[in-house]
């Protein structure tokens, strides 16, 4: 029997009313296929239909990851991720799902008494990091020249491919934040590894290779496109998970000016912005005369700050060609 002081979906189906709980982990999938963690045997559900992500606020996000009849919450058709609110109606094809979530105090009082879900305290600490953050452009351009249906699989899809292509390369998605997406890579104390800072880029390549294919696959009005954000530095990183399965997060100046510097590409006029300390273990990583070649050196004024920062930034097609070349050396 489930502590009802913890989060959990009540399902409706035509068997009959079966509760789930929402602990021992961060992230549960939703769908016909077998592999995922809540099975549902509705034919007008995708094999893979959505997604309930718990952040390390302790709010619980519904992505639709493409489905072709849609996820609903209180009747209304989702396209980005969305937060739930306790109570909250969800309907995945002919499927009610209702979503309960205590408040915050009640969650932890009842944690121990939750055999499966083994919390660890939320632990901060001071580490070199980098935060990538991408954003859909012109997405309310989108919005306005779509088919509601055709728009929300579309999405769906792109934060299906994206989440995959992040955890392929070494990270998570931290945060959904409207049509946008913010991971994290969490380096040494001191040092980052060629590695890793090659995995980020390629990523990101991946990411507008992903973005361009969909139009291909959709009747877009538009070419999809995307800009980004680099930035590298400390910040305070938390464990917010279980200890089987931790959730990191980020806080901290390093995260905020990765958001300002992908709304700064808008203002330069190219894909991709990375910010000074990103650009100095780029080129200590890779070694190679063609990193300052491809970035261009600008000067910008981001929202909230005083002083002009100075960025280095690039379009996805040099990127593109640098990392071509990379794996022919």
């Known amino acids: 029997m489930i502590v009802q002081s913890v989060p959990h979906l009540i399902l409706r189906t035509e068997t009959g009313t ?26 007008w559900i995708s094999r893979n239909h959505a ?54 105090n009640s969650v932890a009082s009842s944690a121990n008494e939750d055999k499966d879900f083994t919390a660890t305290a939320a632990l901060h600490v001071r580490r070199l990091i980098s935060v990538l953050v991408i954003d ?35 990270s998570w998605v931290d945060k ?22 090659s995995q980020i880029f390629k990523a990101l390549s991946a990411l507008h290779k992903m ?29 917010a998970g279980s200890s089987d399965r931790p959730d990191y997060t980020a806080l901290g100046d390093t995260v905020n000016a990765a958001f300002r510097l992908e ?9 991709v912005a990375i910010g000074e300390m990103t650009h100095k273990h780029l080129l200590t990583a890779l070694g190679s005369d063609d990193t300052t070649a491809m970035f261009k050196q600008f000067t910008v004024h981001l929202k909230g700050y005083e002083v002009p920062t100075v960025t280095y930034a690039c379009t996805f097609a040099d990127l593109n060609i640098f990392l071509q070349r990379r794996a022919k050396e």
């Open 263 to 271: 709304t700064s590409t808008k203002q330069i006029g190219l894909d």
């Open 51 to 104: 997604m309930l992500q718990c952040m390390d606020t302790g709010d619980f996000y519904l992505i639709d990851l493409g489905s072709r009849n849609g996820s609903f919450v209180n009747g209304r058709r989702v396209s980005i991720p969305v937060t739930l609110r306790n109570g909250d109606h969800l309907t995945f094809g002919q499927t009610e799902v209702e979503f309960y979530c205590p408040a915050p």
């Open 136 to 170: 859909i452009r012109n997405f309310t351009g989108l919005t306005r020249q779509m088919d509601e249906k055709v728009l929300s699989e579309m999405i769906g899809t792109w934060f299906r491919h994206a989440g995959e292509i992040i955890r392929e390369h070494g």
């Open 176 to 197: 959904y934040i409207g049509d946008a997406v913010m991971a994290v890579w969490i380096h040494g104390t001191q040092e980052i590894q060629p590695k890793e800072m």
């Open 211 to 239: 973005t361009t294919d969909l139009y291909n696959l959709y009747p877009l009005p538009f070419p999809l496109r995307i800009g980004a954000g680099v930035n590298t530095g400390y910040a305070m990183v938390g464990n």
């Open 18 to 43: 079966n509760q789930v709980p929402l602990t021992g982990t961060n992230c549960w999938t939703i769908g016909r296929s077998e592999d995922n963690n809540v099975v549902l045997s509705d034919r």
